[in-house]
T-cell receptor, first 115, second 113 residues
Framework: DGGITQSPKYLFRKEGQNVTLSCEQN?????MYWYRQDPGQGLRLIYY???????QKGDIAEGYSVSREKKESFPLTVTSAQKNPTAFYLC??????????????FGPGTRLTVL | DQQVKQNSPSLSVQEGRISILNCDYT??????FLWYKKYPAEGPTFLIS?????DKNEDGRFTVFLNKSAKHLSLHIVPSQPGDSAVYFC????????????FGRGTQLTVWP
């Protein structure tokens, strides 16, 4: 059945290491997004991509990088430059229809803990 | 700068009664609004939405009201059930931005028996 997969559910890394979070969708959606959630905070947009091989910075892109080589995949790399990487990371996708606004569907999230 | 604000971090309601969750926004360009529900350690799930051309949208126990002049929307849940206990996020977007959502900080709803 269709959906968004994020793996792993929990991830632990040592400080100073880069880590890549996986996001895959089989909904045939054009757009994909990465959000970060911290306690007491809303969902803050890190990066988004509306089409393959193109992506834009969100509100908190510093210390993160992404790629969009395939429509189904939008991996997020948390680099050592990210000052406070411990958080819950959410991937989402949506269709983009001309003249319409579509709902974003979210994956189950990855809890990253940097030790 | 928070463009979507949920000023109540928590709300506690007895089962069977009405839950009213509020949301304010500052950007007058927003023309589509959504509510998401989120359980701990899970991704948010879409609940209900409303376009700026309407002032009310209803789906079962859930109704969203939009007051454009006040830049305010609210989610009503009637009757509230214990399974409704979750964090509710309000989100807004401008249609021309093709899906870029702006989220509030969320309201934790607790429905007690």
């Amino acid at each position: 059945d269709g959906g968004i997969t994020q793996s792993p559910k929990y991830l632990f890394r040592k400080e100073g290491q880069n880590v890549t979070l996986s996001c895959e969708q089989n909904l045939n959606h054009d757009a994909m997004y990465w959000y970060r959630q911290d306690p007491g905070q809303g969902l803050r947009l890190i990066y988004y991509s509306q089409i393959v091989n193109d992506f834009q910075k969100g509100d908190i892109a510093e210390g993160y990088s992404v790629s969009r080589e395939k429509k189904e995949s939008f991996p997020l790399t948390v680099t050592s430059a990210q000052k406070n990487p411990t958080a819950f990371y959410l991937c989402a996708s949506s269709t983009i229809l001309a003249g319409d606004t579509d709902t974003q569907y979210f994956g189950p999230g990855t809890r990253l803990t940097v030790l | 700068d928070q463009q979507v604000k949920q000023n109540s971090p928590s709300l506690s309601v007895q089962e069977g009664r009405i839950s009213i969750l509020n949301c304010d926004y500052t950007n007058s360009m927003f023309d589509y609004f959504l509510w998401y529900k989120k359980y701990p350690a899970e991704g948010p799930t879409f609940l209900i939405s409303i376009s700026s051309i309407k002032d009310k949208n209803e789906d079962g126990r859930f109704t969203v009201f939009l007051n454009k002049s006040a830049k305010h929307l609210s989610l009503h849940i009637v009757p509230s059930q214990p399974g409704d206990s979750a964090v509710y996020f309000c989100a807004a977007t401008v249609g021309s931005t093709l899906g870029r959502l702006y989220f509030g900080r969320g309201t934790q709803l607790t429905v007690w028996p």
